[in-house]
């Protein structure tokens, strides 16, 4: 089977089981759907959503943010890691939210990479769940899933998410980064994936090396 076919087999695979293909991050708009991304890097969803309440009951926009300052963002997030940068990233992406986009976060690829701390992945994401563009992040657990798989050959993530975008039917895009995403999470774990419970265990590269 094809590339193409696979892709499309997965998806539709997966789109009978995975009924609710959102992001578990906790958010109530755009600008902390981007907060809330950057704090994941590196860092677990559930952990994100223990802190983020507190957060942006403080500084729900970018206004108050920026008055909160990267010491006051600090002190909420200081359990998530890498929380000292994050808070310094998150500080000065609020003032520029604030001072060079009127307080709303931009919605192209370009200028959401221009901002501390956001990188391709984060960018998709945003783009994509805030956005709703048919864009395809790439994290550990869809690299994971995309190698088991051989929809992509590479390690980096910028190039599996081209793969992937070239492979993926269009009526599956919009939804693809958290089909994949929860799949890898709940099923196709790095380490004991239920490989038994899997839907695609009979397309699977690292199942049928395992029997």
Known sequence: MDREKKAAEVLGRLKKVIRN??????????????VAVILSA?????????????LFSAAPDPGSMAALG??????????V???????????????ILQEKYG???????????SLPGVGSKTARVVLNVGFGKPVIAVDTHIRRVSKRLE?????????????????????????????????????CRSR???????VLRDLCHFTNQKV
């Open 81 to 95: 890691g890498l929380a000292g940068s994050k808070s310094r990233n998150i500080a000065a992406t609020s003032v």
């Open 192 to 198: 004991n994936p239920l490989c038994g419970e899997c």
């Open 21 to 34: 293909p959102k992001s578990e991050l906790n958010y109530k708009n755009t600008f902390q759907l981007l």
């Open 103 to 113: 307080s709303t976060v931009p919605e192209t690829f370009d200028e959401l990479i």
């Open 151 to 187: 929809l992509t050959d590479s390690d980096d993530p910028n190039r599996i998410s081209e793969d992937l975008t070239k492979i993926i039917p269009d009526e599956y895009k919009l939804h693809a980064h958290h089909y994949l995403l929860l799949h890898g999470r709940y099923t």
């Open 70 to 79: 990267a010491e006051g963002i600090f002190e909420h997030i200081k359990t």
């Open 42 to 54: 590196q860092t677990t969803d559930e952990r994100v959503n223990l802190v983020t309440p507190a």
